[in-house]
């Protein structure tokens, strides 16, 4: 009898906790919706990085970049039209390394960068495109912590697919290609990623330049 009636005491205390649980769960999922749906709207503005200019070896103009301004100082920078062919140059450049690859590793895939498949630009500027889709983008890194210059003050994060391109291209063996080019102070390209999809297969290009 003892052991029945601990057993059915420790039962009771379960359905206590799981009716707490239930009890609580909808607050809670309240005030995700609710941190949601009244989050910071996505606008469109142009910024002038100043703290870049110290940069002068780096072949942009950080004058009236546009910008997609999240809220609560997370920002994402545009490369603006005149910055664009600067930066589709660099880009295409690593169509070499791939090359490279292929003939270095046979079961590497023929992947190669369309200068027309580049985006620089989200689909429109509605609150859904500016807040969800992918595209080319500046992100800047001119300081440490400390204040002192940084190895790679500017890294161009390049995409050839919208959000929904980049579904229906995994779902039908489609090809996608996106990454990162680093900048050293002087200029030069100090390091770059190279990430491809082929459908469901997947294949990363890394390397240090200059050092």
Request: aromatic share 12%; hydrophobic share 35%; glycine share 4%.
């Amino acid at each position: 009898m003892w052991f029945k009636k601990k057993k059915a005491t420790k039962n009771i205390e379960k359905t206590q906790l799981y009716a707490h649980l239930e009890s609580s769960l909808p607050a809670k999922q309240q005030k995700v919706i609710d941190e949601w749906v009244n989050r910071p709207k996505p606008i469109l503005k142009l910024l002038t990085r100043e703290d870049m200019f110290t940069y002068s070896n780096l072949p942009y103009d950080f004058h009236d970049l546009p910008v997609v301004d999240y809220g609560k100082g997370a920002m994402r920078y545009l490369i603006s039209e005149n910055n664009q062919d600067v930066a589709r140059r660099d880009i295409l450049s690593l169509n070499a390394i791939l090359v490279e690859k292929q003939s270095e590793n046979k079961s590497f895939p023929s992947f190669k960068i369309e200068a027309s498949k580049i985006r620089f630009n989200p689909k429109s500027n509605s609150q859904e495109d500016l807040e969800n889709d992918d595209y080319s983008c500046f992100a800047f890194n001119p300081v440490t912590s400390t204040g002192k210059p940084t190895k790679y003050p500017l890294t161009i994060e390049f995409k050839t697919l919208s959000q929904d391109e980049q579904w229906r291209s995994q779902q039908r063996n489609g090809i996608n290609i996106f990454g990162s080019i680093s900048y050293l102070a002087n200029g030069l390209i100090g390091k770059y990623q190279i990430n491809c999809w082929k459908g469901q297969n997947f294949w990363s290009v890394k390397r240090i330049l200059n050092q």
